[in-house]
């Protein structure tokens, strides 16, 4: 166990900063097209979107 506040870095905090730019380049990628629903249907991506700005409970608007 960590004393104090010092911490080390794991995982993608500790890949060099070439090697973390190179996975996130690749983004969602990994999932064919035809899987992805919000890039066949920008309405369900409106409609989620607006959802997820209401549950936040942002006050005033």
């Known amino acids: 166990m960590a004393s104090g506040n010092s911490t080390s870095k794991r995982g993608f905090a500790s890949m060099n900063i070439e090697r973390q730019r190179e996975i996130a ?31 936040t409970g942002r006050a005033g608007e």
């Open 25 to 55: 380049s690749k983004g969602g990628r990994s999932v064919p097209a035809d899987k992805r629903s919000f890039s066949q249907d920008r309405e369900l991506a409106s409609t989620a979107g607006r959802k997820g700005g209401q549950s």
